[in-house]
């Protein structure tokens, strides 16, 4: 797997993180938006992968939902890494 591949993968686990944990303390998007600053279509975009998020949006989301950013990149990769040991490319 390209390290392109591997960011990529990883990218989306955040983001996936990100909105499991909005849903699982039961925020809308529009109530996200009002915590983080940005807007409900930022959000959806960002959470259906329609753009990629900047670091800042990732920022801006993990402390409206009071989550590190260690605690959410860890999940990420270890996600990230089982699917990698899933599809068999793990190295």
Known sequence: MSIDDEARLLS????????EERERRGLSKYALSGRCG???QAIGYTERQITEPS???IVRIALALDMSLPEVFMKARR???I????RG???
């Not at 989306?12 to 909105?19: D, G, T, W």
């Not at 699917?83 to 899933?86: C, E, F, H, R």
């Open 12 to 19: 989306r686990e955040v983001v996936h993180i990100l909105k």
């Open 79 to 81: 996600r990230s890494d």
């Open 89 to 91: 490319t793990s190295s």
């Open 55 to 57: 670091l800042e949006t």
């Open 83 to 86: 699917s990698k040991t899933d």
């Open 38 to 40: 940005l807007s409900q």
